[in-house]
Nanobody, 119 residues
C-alpha cells in the first residue's frame, strides 16, 4: 500500500509558476514509476507527465511540453511537478499516482490539489 499526498496548488496569474509536490509513504516509493494527471471541470482525467523509478526517462503531454518539468527525490519519497508559463487552460485538479515502471498502469492515487490560473 502507498499513500500519496499532493500539495502546492493554488491560484496564480497566467504566465506564473507553481511547484506541486507529491509525498509518498508506505511501500518503497523508489520502485514505482510516478505520474501526474489532471482533471478540469467537465473533462476526463488526462496524463500530464511521468517519470520512471530511476528518473532516467521522462514523459510529457504535448500540451505541457517545455513548460512543465517532472522530477523525483527517492531519498525524500517525494515527486515534483514544476509548472512554468501557466495558462488558464491548465486550470484543473492535479493528481499524482504511482505504478509499475511501464507507465501504463497506475495503482495508487493521491487526493488531488487544485490549480487555478487566472487570465
Amino acid at each position: 500500500q502507498v499513500q500519496l499526498v499532493e500539495s502546492g496548488g493554488g491560484l496564480v496569474q497566467a504566465r506564473g509558476s507553481l511547484r506541486l509536490s507529491c509525498a509518498a509513504s508506505g511501500r518503497t516509493f523508489s520502485t514505482y514509476a510516478m505520474g501526474w494527471f489532471r482533471q478540469a471541470p467537465g473533462k476526463e482525467r488526462e496524463f500530464v507527465a511521468g517519470i520512471t523509478w530511476s528518473g532516467g526517462r521522462l514523459y510529457y503531454a504535448d500540451s505541457v511540453q517545455a513548460r512543465f518539468t517532472i522530477s523525483r527525490d527517492n531519498a525524500k519519497n517525494t515527486a515534483y511537478l514544476q509548472m512554468n508559463s501557466l495558462k488558464p487552460e491548465d486550470t484543473a485538479v492535479y493528481y499524482c499516482a504511482v505504478g509499475p515502471d511501464g507507465l501504463r498502469q497506475w495503482d495508487y492515487w493521491g487526493q488531488g490539489t487544485q490549480v487555478t490560473v487566472s487570465s
